[in-house]
């Protein structure tokens, strides 16, 4: 994103003088002849190309301005972005979002209406038989780990929280199988209170477009919060997430096809061809259906099939 060699002086050549063969040349001729190879070596200098001057280093208020451009341009793309867990209450929704590790949200959002009809509350799921409800969320995979965690986390808010789900995020990661990501997702889509949410595809993402170089999901939040104010943090979280699952894909990002590729320093990562790239578009981008059996008034997709469905 090579250098011409510097044009070398012409060797002088011997002027005819008239003289025999093995006589010195005429001074006057020396002297023409070093003033030509003078004259070449000016003339060199100045047709020799320049090196390339290197790009200066993005400025950390450079960067923020580029990233709130950024998240003010997806807004623009996905106006009904969403969490993609279906829930009817902050109870489902956490039991969803612990389920949704390792898995799909699509997959989780197929498996939690039979889980839902037999444990609505967690007092409910507290008493559930694990082998039972092992049978009920084996398709979201680690079924025994998540069961173990679905009634650990039933027994304490039973026991500690009077049956509800606390509001504070303090209390939230009190909770088994319950982190901080999971805990964001409640508290900022059950009780309005803002959070970043470091799930797989906004870490890289954030990553991708050089808002931070952290890898640890805590220390990404962190960096995060000081680019954006608090009240972007819950819808950015829904915006960069939608991106990554949509456009900008993991190993082959639909470059051609993104609105935001003139503001994105990672551009010619994926497929840059227009045509090609929108042949990588996923779910309401590419005409398919979303994740959620349940979605949101607005979301322009078509709903996700029930489990088993064709």
């Known amino acids: 994103m090579g250098e011409q060699g510097a044009i070398r002086p012409e060797r002088a050549t011997k002027r005819h003088t008239?003289?025999?063969?093995?006589?010195?040349?005429?001074?006057?001729?020396?002297?023409?002849?070093?003033?030509?190879?003078?004259a070449t070596a000016k003339s060199s200098a100045k047709t020799k190309p320049t090196t390339k001057p290197t790009t200066k280093?993005?400025?950390?208020?450079?960067?923020?301005?580029?990233?709130?451009?950024?998240?003010?341009?997806?807004?623009?793309?996905?106006?009904?972005a969403h969490p993609e867990l279906d829930f009817?209450?902050?109870?489902?929704?956490?039991?969803?979002?612990?389920?949704?590790?390792?898995?799909?949200?699509?997959?989780?959002?197929?498996?939690?209406?039979a889980l839902f009809a037999a444990y609505p509350t967690?007092?409910?799921?507290?008493a559930a038989v694990p082998e039972e409800m092992e049978e009920l969320i084996r398709p979201t995979g680690f079924f025994r780990a998540k069961t173990k965690?679905?009634?650990?986390?039933?027994?304490?808010?039973?026991?500690n929280f009077g049956g509800e789900v606390p509001g504070r995020l303090a209390d939230l990661v009190t909770l088994p199988g319950v982190?901080?990501?999971?805990?964001?997702?409640?508290?900022?889509?059950?009780?309005?209170?803002?959070?970043i949410t470091v799930d797989?595809?906004?870490?890289?993402?954030?990553?991708?477009?050089?808002?931070?170089?952290?890898?640890?999901?805590e220390k990404v939040e962190a960096e995060i919060a000081t680019i954006f104010p608090k009240s972007e943090w819950t819808m950015l979280s829904h915006r960069v997430v939608f991106h990554g699952r949509r456009i900008c894909h993991a190993r082959k990002p639909a470059c051609g096809a993104c609105p935001i590729a003139p503001l994105c320093p990672a551009y010619g990562e994926g497929e840059t061809d227009p045509e090609k790239a929108r042949k990588l578009l996923k779910y309401e981008m590419g005409?398919?259906?979303?994740?959620?059996?349940?979605p949101p008034a607005d979301y322009p997709g078509k709903p996700a099939p029930a489990l088993g469905a064709g």
Do not use: C
Not at 122 to 126: G, L, Q, T
Not at 149 to 159: F, K, P
């Open 88 to 113: 009817r209450n902050p109870f489902e929704l956490l039991v969803a979002t612990v389920l949704s590790a390792q898995t799909t949200d699509l997959r989780v959002n197929q498996t939690t209406p």
């Open 200 to 217: 797989t595809h906004f870490g890289r993402l954030v990553r991708r477009w050089k808002w931070t170089e952290q890898e640890d999901p």
């Open 122 to 126: 967690p007092e409910d799921m507290a």
């Open 57 to 80: 280093p993005e400025s950390r208020l450079a960067m923020v301005r580029r990233a709130r451009k950024i998240n003010r341009e997806l807004a623009e793309l996905y106006p009904y």
């Open 179 to 195: 982190g901080r990501k999971t805990a964001n997702v409640v508290l900022g889509n059950a009780f309005g209170v803002p959070g």
């Open 149 to 159: 965690s679905l009634i650990g986390l039933s027994v304490a808010l039973r026991d």
């Open 287 to 294: 005409g398919q259906p979303g994740q959620r059996l349940s």
């Open 18 to 38: 008239g003289e025999s063969v093995g006589k010195p040349a005429k001074q006057p001729a020396v002297k023409a002849t070093a003033a030509a190879a003078k």
